[in-house]
Each structure stands twice: as C-alpha cells, then as structure tokens.
C-alpha cells in the first residue's frame, strides 16, 4: 500500500509538471529548460500547499495529499480541454539543437556535481536545541499526528508532582504561561511550509530523507539562477554564476542542513524570474509572481521585510515606467494576498510566538516598516492622479533621465562609500570600544559576511548594479535587485542571530550571499574592456582567484557527513528503549524533543536531577515506569534505585563553534548518556565523601579530526568529560586526583549545571607525571552537577588510568 501511494504521489508530480508545461507553452514560454523548470517547480510547491493546507486542519496525510494532486491533474486537463489547447507537447519543443549545446552540457555537469556535494554529505543535526533539529521535530510530528498540535495535558499531572522542576515544552515548543491557558498548551515556534517538506519526505523515503529535501530547493535555485543571469549576460556569465553560488561554503552548508534558508531561497528567485520574464507579457502573470513570493509568509516570518523592497518597485515605475505600473501593482496583490494569510495563520496557530516577537520589538518594527511603506506608496499614487502630481512626475522623470550619468556616478560612490566604510572604517571604531563578541559582530556583519564572499567580487557587484540600473532596460530586474539590496542591507546591519559561524551564515544565504556573488559575475562580464583578449583574462584570473577562495573555505566541510551517527541511534531508540507504560525524563534539552516526537518516547524536561529523584517515588506510585536519561555513570540515590537498562551514544563529526572567525577545526563529538530505570527505595540518600570515577566512563569526548589553522596549536587532541551528580548540599570545595601516566601534560577544567557555568578554568594541576590533583569551590547551592574535563594537547601521549573526587572537610 505504502508503495503504491508513493507511486501515485510521484505520478501526480509528473502529471502536473507536464500539463502545467502544456499550459505555458500555450502562453508564450517557448524554451523547454525554463518551461520544465517551472513546471516542475509549480508542482513541487503546489504539493508543498496541499500538504500545508491539511496541515492547518491537523489531517496531513500523504494518501490525502496524493489524491488532492491527482484532482489538481484533472483540473488542469479540463483547463486544456476547455481553452481546446493541445495536448500532444514533446518536453524539448522549442529547443533550438544548434545553439548552446555545450552549454548546456557544462549546466548539466555543474548541477550534477553540485546535487551530489549537497545530498550526499548531509548534516545531521537531530538536536532539539537548535532549528536544525526543531523542524526535524516539527515534520515528525507532522507525518505521525497529521498537524503541529503539541498540546500535551499530562503536565498538569506531572507539575503537581514536581512542582517548578518540570519544564513544560521543549526549545521552540513552548507553553505561554498565560494564566487563562491549560497547563500543558504549547504552541509552535516556527513556520509550518518547511516542516511539511520534510514530512513528506519521511512518508516517501524515511527519515535519513529529511537530510536531503533542501538538495533539492538548492539545485532547483541554481537553474533560476542560470536562467535569470543567462538573461542579462548569455550563457557563459550565468555557468559562472551557478559555479560561484553551488559552491560558496554558505550555500554548500545551508543546502545540506534541515533549515529552512535554501527553500525561502527559492521562492526568491523563483519569484524574480518570473517577473523577469513575464514583466513584458500578460498582466496577470505578475499576480501570480508576487503570489509564489507571498508563500514564503508561511515559510519564515521576516519574509514581511519583503514588502518594503516591493513598495519601491512600484514607486519607480510610477516614476520612470508608469505604463507598467499596473504590473507592478499586480505583484504587490499577489504578494500581499498570500502573505496575510501567512500572518493570519501564524497568529491562529502560534500566537504565543507571535506576541513573543512583538514584545521583543523584531515584529514590531517590521510592521510599521511595512506600515510605513503603506502608508508612503497610497500617498504617491493619490498624488499621482492630481494634476500637479502627473506634472511633478513628469519633471522628475526628466530630471533623472537627462542627468542619468550624474546619477550613475553617485550611485557609484555611494555603494563604495559603504562598501569602504563597512571593510575598513566600522571595525576600527568598533575597535576603540570594549564590547562583546556578539556586538562586535553585529557592529561589523559586512566584515564578516566577506568570510563567504570575497572582497572583489563585491565590488564588481557595483558594476552589476550599473549594468542593470541604467544600461539594461529590464524593470522586471528590479524585483530581483531591490530584494537582494534590502535584505543585504537589513541582515548586515542587524544579523539577528548568535555570531557563531556557519550558524551565522544562514541569515545571509537566503538571498544576500548568491545576490551578491550573481552581481559580481554580471559586473565582471559587462567591464566596458574592448580588447577581448585583456577583458578574458581578467575573467579567468577571477574565476581562479573564487576557485582558491573556494579550496580555502570548503575543504574542511566538503567530502564531510556531519554528525553521521545520530540518525542510526534515534532510529535504535525507538525500538530499543521500553515503551510499555514508559515515561522519561531528562536535563539534556538537545535530546528530549527528538527523543519524544522522533523515536516515540516520551520524554520530558527537567530542570535538576537532584530534585527530580526526590520526588520520583510519588511518580512511580502512580503505576508507571519511570526512567531518567543522565550523564553520570555512577548515579545513585537513596530515596529510589536506579538500574541502568540502556545507553546513548551520540557521535560524529562537526566544526567547532567559531565567534567572529571563519571555523578552522573538525571535531569529533561523542555525547555518552545512561538510561537508568527507577524503583522505590526505602533507604535515605547518603553523601559519600569520596567518589571512584572508572576513567573509561567519559560521559563526554571531544578529539579533532583535522585542523586548517595555520601557526597555531590545535586547540586540543582530546577531551574527555566526566560528569557527577551531587546528592546533598553542593556548596562547598572538591578535590579530583588523577592517575596515570604523563599527567604533567595534560590540564583540567570543571563546569556546572550542564556546563553553563564554569567554575574552574583550564589550568594544570599540582602533582607529578603519574598523580595529579586540582581543586575547586561549589558556591552555588542551586549547582546540581560538575563536570570535570581532562584536556589532552597535540602530541602528547596522555594516559588517564582513574578519578576520585571528594569532599574537602
């Protein structure tokens, strides 16, 4: 049954793809690769919004979503029938079998190789503490409930328990805390259009397809790409283009991640095409251009900036092409339309997300943003209608049109001026203040952004901007140019996101780092160098210039399949952990969410263990089987037992977290977890006064894989980390001792509360080669665990053979 669904799911894809190209051909769009292209990505996203609109009555099935795509089939034939078109359509009508074949080959090529560096080597990134992992959450819980209610009203039970300790919800999956809301309501944190994505693909594939649907939106943007720069340039320029964005180190990380940047790409340039072209054609196609625009609403909630860089297009065609203002009316409708059903859905359905970004004041001053730009476009075109408005408009039109060479030279200017100011001017006065890593980097986004993009490519973009500002009459280019700019503009001004890269990078991968590489490429192909011969060698010194910028940047991610060992154990734990009468709990936030909605357990957040186990008996008189997931090997508590009935074991590989630094360390990373079983126990808790730790029992391991940084030591080999719960009062000193061999070459660091909190810094210990010992102060009374870290450096032959830690009288 499951095979035949998928077999019709994909032959309704097919269907639609073909009559939709049946139906374009008819209205103008000869070229068969631009024709199948939106055919085929009409199809994709026109299943993408059947399945979301399921989703919003919480019935997302993928048979219903089939059986929806095959009606829409039908209706696209009674279309055909009805407006007697045929059609009989060979898929490469209107290929012209002389021309640009080679092309065509090399195209071929490039996304070939591109679809195998993004699909093959995907980041796993099945950790409920970041987006990655939340909306792997949110499209498992899609493909298993149908919707995204996450109500779950056993907190009302359990916070009678455990009283504050219990945290109701997961990262992005949150309560409200409102006093006229049931304990228990959690409302989503995110946009639903992704999600669904990615739940159809674990009905159509499996779970490791959740790695892989953004290879798709990020191969499909490349062809966008070909087509739009091939417009403006010919075909060489717009090959070099989709080289320089396929393989950019941002675009080549955010493809391979399950975020939803590469899928608002997307409709970004799939939008802009289709005004490119059909700005000259049929009014109406510019409705349903800034419609496909408007769907990104449901994919991400700063999509509302968009609307501003749209208000502009409208103002300068009022300007200088008023005969074509009606068209860009027309994309303000469709993308207005579409877009207060994407507020009106998030309002509905993540109200609490809503409020919480409009208190913080990111959705408030997007709204009047967008208020404003109102407010500013109904005032112009009321003026317009007014005698003195259409002379005013007139005179301006003029003005620009007779000094457009003063204008070209300003414009120049201008964009150096800022390009100057934010290389070389911002960072030196930022300098000057003592302020914070996250500042700095917010003070200085452009500076930073150059890590993915490289200075000179930025600047040629100034020539793009020539190119289609004053020499190029596309007005349909617009839409793609005053997008770019804004959203450049915006997210290098204020990022908005924590400043560790490629974490960083996804602001600007939604549209400001290929926007800047494609303008680089048309300034360099429009350089007004008549000799061919000196104009050709410059293109290829800058293309192997980007090819070195590339090697530098790529070759510690390229061939790397990141943290390739997580989707195998959350698939091992749905089966092997108890599920009969099963409850778990746990501190670790990056676990607990997939743990719940991916393998099926249920699983909840605690703030401390501590408290947890000493009230876990009333949990187990209630008849259920209680299980707690720590890091401490040697837990153990007097008011109930504790068996160990399983372990987890997270591993793989990963850059290490770099702040204002481009990442130059692979790691491996291994997260050691106990599942312990707890039964009543009459016996009271004891505090020993000292603790054998087994050195093999690391509950955390870090070890680097390969290094690019160049005359520094590695940060380190190794490190191995050994948490301890605390029963009784933890305020007060600890001594750890250490011994094995060569101890006088290792340091020691200790942290708390799931190492938030670090209370002894890296530093030798005091002792010889063979015992080691360091020692530390608990001052927090609320410190429910310490981790001690064993630092091994490069090259050095470091043996751990055992730990004690205790108490200092």
Same mark, same amino acid.
Not at 260 to 271: A, D, M, R
């Given at each position: 049954?499951?095979?035949?669904?998928?077999?019709?799911?994909?032959?309704?894809?097919?269907?639609?793809?073909?009559?939709?190209?049946?139906?374009?051909?008819?209205?103008?769009?000869?070229?068969?690769?631009? #024709?199948?292209?939106?055919? /085929?990505?009409?199809?994709?996203?026109?299943?993408?919004?059947?399945?979301?609109? *399921?989703?919003?009555?919480?019935?997302?099935?993928?048979?219903?979503?089939?059986?929806?795509?095959?009606?829409?089939?039908?209706?696209?034939?009674?279309?055909?029938?009805?407006?007697?078109?045929?059609?009989?359509?060979?898929?490469?009508?209107?290929?012209?079998?002389?021309?640009?074949?080679?092309?065509?080959?090399?195209?071929?090529?490039?996304?070939?190789?591109?679809?195998?560096?993004?699909?093959?080597?995907?980041?796993?990134?099945?950790?409920?503490?970041?987006?990655?992992?939340?909306?792997?959450?949110?499209?498992?819980?899609?493909?298993?409930?149908?919707?995204?209610?996450?109500?779950?009203?056993?907190?009302?039970?359990?916070?009678?328990?455990?009283?504050?300790?219990?945290?109701?919800?997961?990262?992005?999956?949150?309560?409200?805390?409102?006093?006229?809301?049931?304990?228990?309501?959690?409302?989503?944190?995110?946009?639903?259009?992704?999600?669904?994505?990615?739940?159809?693909?674990?009905?159509?594939?499996? /779970?490791?397809?959740?790695?892989?649907?953004?290879?798709?939106?990020?191969?499909?943007?490349?062809?966008?790409?070909?087509?739009?720069?091939?417009?403006?340039?010919?075909?060489?320029?717009?090959?070099?283009?989709?080289?320089?964005?396929?393989?950019?180190?941002?675009?080549?990380?955010?493809?391979?991640?399950?975020?939803?940047?590469?899928?608002?790409?997307?409709?970004?340039?799939?939008?802009?095409?289709?005004?490119?072209?059909?700005?000259?054609?049929?009014?109406?196609?510019?409705?349903?251009?800034?419609?496909?625009?408007?769907?990104?609403?449901?994919?991400?909630?700063?999509?509302?900036?968009?609307?501003?860089?749209?208000?502009?297009?409208?103002?300068?065609?009022?300007?200088?092409?008023? #005969?074509?203002?009606?068209?860009?009316?027309?994309?303000?409708?469709?993308?207005?339309?579409?877009?207060?059903?994407?507020?009106?859905?998030?309002?509905?359905?993540?109200?609490?997300?809503?409020?919480?970004?409009?208190?913080?004041?990111?959705?408030?001053?997007?709204?009047?943003?967008?208020?404003?730009?109102?407010?500013?476009?109904?005032?112009?075109?009321?003026?317009?209608?007014?005698?003195?408005?259409?002379?005013?408009?007139?005179?301006?039109?003029?003005?620009?049109?007779?000094?457009?060479?003063?204008?070209?030279?300003?414009?120049?200017?201008?964009?150096?001026?800022?390009?100057?100011?934010?290389?070389?001017?911002?960072?030196?006065?930022?300098?000057?203040?003592?302020?914070?890593?996250?500042?700095?980097?917010?003070?200085?986004?452009?500076?930073?952004?150059?890590?993915?993009?490289?200075?000179?490519?930025?600047?040629?973009?100034?020539?793009?901007?020539?190119?289609?500002?004053?020499?190029?009459?596309?007005?349909?280019?617009?839409?793609?140019?005053?997008?770019?700019?804004?959203?450049?503009?915006?997210?290098?001004?204020?990022?908005?996101?924590?400043?560790?890269?490629?974490?960083?990078?996804?602001?600007?991968?939604?549209?400001?780092?290929?926007?800047?590489?494609?303008?680089?490429?048309?300034?360099?192909?429009?350089?007004?160098?008549?000799?061919?011969?000196?104009?050709?060698?410059?293109?290829? $010194?800058?293309?192997?210039?980007?090819?070195?910028?590339?090697?530098?940047?790529? #070759?510690?991610?390229?061939?790397?399949?990141? *943290?390739?060992?997580?989707?195998?154990?959350?698939?091992?734990?749905?089966?092997?952990?108890?599920?009969?009468?099963?409850?778990?709990?746990?501190?670790?936030?990056?676990?607990?969410?997939?743990?719940?909605?991916?393998?099926?357990?249920?699983?909840?957040?605690?703030?401390?263990?501590?408290?947890?186990?000493?009230?876990?008996?009333?949990?187990?008189?209630?008849?259920?089987?209680?299980? *707690?997931?720590?890091?401490?090997?040697?837990?153990?508590?007097?008011? $109930?037992?504790?068996?160990?009935?399983?372990?987890?074991?997270?591993?793989?590989?990963?850059?290490?977290?770099?702040?204002?630094?481009?990442?130059?360390?692979?790691?491996?990373?291994?997260?050691?977890?106990?599942?312990?079983?707890?039964?009543?126990?009459?016996?009271?808790?004891?505090?020993?006064?000292?603790?054998?730790?087994?050195?093999?029992?690391?509950?955390?391991?870090?070890?680097?894989?390969?290094?690019?940084?160049?005359?520094?030591?590695?940060?380190?080999?190794?490190?191995?980390?050994?948490?301890?719960?605390?029963?009784?009062?933890?305020?007060?000193?600890?001594?750890?001792?250490?011994?094995?061999?060569?101890?006088?070459?290792?340091?020691?660091?200790?942290?708390?509360?799931?190492?938030?909190?670090?209370?002894?810094?890296?530093?030798?210990?005091?002792?010889?080669?063979?015992?080691?010992?360091?020692?530390?102060?608990?001052?927090?009374?609320?410190?429910?665990?310490?981790?001690?870290?064993?630092?091994?450096?490069?090259? #050095?032959?470091?043996?751990?053979?055992?730990?004690?830690?205790?108490?200092?009288?």
């Amino acid at each position: 049954m499951i095979s035949l669904v998928n077999f019709l799911f994909f032959l309704g894809i097919i269907l639609n793809t073909y009559f939709i190209s049946v139906i374009l051909h008819k209205k103008g769009l000869p070229q068969p690769l631009s #024709r199948n292209l939106v055919s /085929l990505t009409l199809s994709i996203l026109i299943a993408g919004s059947i399945s979301l609109l *399921l989703v919003s009555f919480e019935s997302y099935k993928i048979l219903s979503v089939t059986l929806i795509q095959l009606l829409a089939s039908g209706s696209f034939i009674g279309y055909i029938f009805f407006h007697k078109i045929d059609l009989l359509l060979n898929p490469i009508s209107g290929w012209d079998k002389s021309g640009n074949l080679f092309t065509n080959i090399i195209l071929v090529l490039l996304l070939l190789s591109a679809g195998a560096m993004y699909s093959l080597f995907p980041i796993e990134y099945i950790k409920g503490d970041r987006d990655h992992g939340v909306y792997i959450v949110f499209g498992s819980q899609i493909q298993k409930t149908g919707g995204l209610n996450f109500n779950n009203f056993r907190y009302q039970e359990l916070t009678q328990i455990l009283g504050n300790n219990i945290i109701q919800g997961y990262p992005a999956i949150e309560s409200d805390h409102s006093p006229l809301v049931p304990i228990g309501s959690l409302s989503p944190r995110f946009y639903p259009l992704f999600p669904t994505y990615l739940a159809l693909s674990v009905d159509l594939f499996g /779970l490791d397809a959740m790695f892989r649907v953004n290879s798709i939106f990020g191969v499909l943007s490349l062809v966008f790409i070909f087509l739009i720069v091939k417009k403006w340039i010919g075909p060489w320029g717009a090959l070099v283009a989709v080289f320089f964005c396929a393989f950019n180190p941002a675009q080549l990380w955010n493809v391979r991640t399950t975020l939803s940047e590469p899928l608002g790409q997307l409709l970004i340039l799939f939008s802009s095409y289709l005004a490119l072209y059909f700005f000259h054609k049929h009014k109406g196609w510019m409705v349903f251009a800034g419609g496909i625009l408007g769907l990104s609403s449901f994919n991400r909630i700063d999509s509302l900036i968009y609307f501003p860089a749209i208000v502009i297009f409208v103002g300068y065609l009022l300007f200088l092409r008023k #005969r074509s203002l009606q068209k860009g009316l027309n994309f303000l409708l469709g993308y207005s339309a579409i877009s207060i059903l994407g507020v009106l859905y998030g309002y509905i359905n993540s109200k609490p997300y809503i409020i919480d970004l409009w208190k913080s004041n990111q959705l408030l001053k997007l709204t009047l943003f967008c208020i404003f730009s109102s407010i500013l476009l109904s005032a112009l075109l009321f003026f317009s209608n007014l005698k003195t408005g259409k002379q005013s408009i007139e005179l301006f039109k003029n003005a620009i049109l007779k000094n457009k060479t003063l204008l070209r030279i300003i414009s120049f200017c201008f964009f150096f001026t800022l390009i100057a100011f934010g290389h070389s001017i911002q960072p030196v006065i930022s300098n000057t203040d003592t302020i914070s890593d996250f500042a700095y980097f917010r003070k200085n986004g452009f500076l930073f952004f150059l890590l993915y993009v490289p200075l000179i490519l930025v600047l040629f973009g100034i020539r793009g901007y020539d190119l289609l500002v004053f020499r190029k009459q596309f007005s349909g280019s617009l839409v793609f140019l005053l997008l770019g700019t804004l959203l450049s503009f915006v997210y290098f001004y204020d990022p908005s996101i924590y400043p560790d890269h490629f974490w960083a990078s996804r602001r600007w991968v939604l549209f400001p780092i290929p926007f800047a590489c494609i303008m680089g490429v048309v300034g360099l192909y429009s350089l007004p160098i008549k000799k061919q011969t000196i104009r050709s060698a410059l293109i290829v $010194v800058i293309i192997a210039g980007y090819i070195y910028h590339l090697y530098n940047r790529d #070759r510690l991610i390229f061939f790397e399949r990141m *943290l390739s060992g997580y989707s195998e154990e959350f698939e091992r734990l749905s089966t092997s952990l108890p599920s009969e009468k099963a409850i778990y709990f746990t501190k670790k936030q990056d676990l607990a969410s997939p743990l719940h909605y991916l393998s099926g357990k249920e699983t909840y957040l605690i703030r401390k263990t501590r408290p947890f186990l000493e009230k876990a008996n009333k949990l187990i008189e209630s008849g259920w089987n209680i299980y *707690l997931i720590d890091e401490d090997f040697n837990l153990e508590d007097g008011p $109930v037992t504790l068996e160990k009935v399983d372990k987890i074991s997270l591993e793989g590989n990963y850059p290490i977290d770099t702040v204002n630094r481009y990442p130059d360390t692979l790691i491996y990373r291994g997260i050691f977890l106990q599942v312990y079983k707890l039964g009543a126990s009459s016996t009271s808790a004891q505090d020993k006064k000292s603790i054998f730790i087994d050195s093999s029992q690391f509950t955390y391991k870090l070890k680097t894989v390969k290094s690019e940084r160049k005359n520094q030591p590695t940060i380190y080999e190794e490190l191995k980390a050994y948490d301890h719960y605390i029963p009784k009062d933890p305020k007060g000193r600890f001594r750890a001792e250490f011994e094995g061999e060569i101890l006088d070459q290792a340091t020691f660091s200790v942290t708390a509360n799931q190492s938030t909190s670090m209370i002894f810094p890296e530093s030798p210990g005091i002792g010889d080669s063979k015992k080691m010992r360091i020692e530390f102060s608990v001052e927090n009374p609320e410190t429910d665990d310490v981790q001690i870290r064993f630092h091994t450096k490069k090259d #050095r032959q470091v043996v751990l053979k055992s730990l004690q830690l205790s108490r200092i009288p």
